[in-house]
């Protein structure tokens, strides 16, 4: 089992930053694949980001690239997600996921965070 606790969220202006981490309680935490997903109201939970166990490769959703930054230290179990230039529609519950395999879609997720809301006004 692994816990993966968000934390970062909050309220920015269009155009702003905010850093996202999600912390794993797991000490294996290099033998998964880390993702972002987000989930906007009404709509379905989306893929954001991923990065390899390693840390070597990562991916993201067209939507983000160029603004959105996934990192990981495994030294410290930490994943982080640097959002730069957000947009009102990058508001969302923004959920931390950890696979065996890298997370690209909600069916590869092993295990899920609890979530923290990111909103951006305009």
């Known amino acids: 089992q692994v816990q993966l606790v968000e934390s970062g969220g909050g309220l920015v202006q269009a155009g702003g930053s905010l850093r996202l981490s999600c912390a794993a309680s797991?000490?294996?935490?290099?033998?998964?694949?880390m993702g972002w997903f987000r989930q906007a109201p009404g709509k379905e939970r989306e893929f954001v980001a991923a990065?390899?166990?390693?840390?070597?490769?990562?991916y993201y959703a067209d939507s983000v690239k160029g603004r959105f930054t996934i990192s990981r230290d495994n030294a410290k179990n930490t994943v982080h997600l640097q959002m730069n230039s957000l947009k009102p529609e990058d508001t969302a519950v923004y959920y931390c996921?950890?696979?065996?395999?890298?997370?690209?879609?909600?069916?590869?997720?092993?295990?899920w965070g609890q979530g923290t809301q990111v909103t951006v006004s305009s």
């Open positions: 797991r000490r294996t935490f290099s033998s998964y694949a």
């Open positions: 990065i390899s166990k390693s840390g070597g490769s990562t």
């Open positions: 996921a950890a696979s065996p395999d890298l997370p690209l879609n909600v069916v590869q997720v092993t295990y």
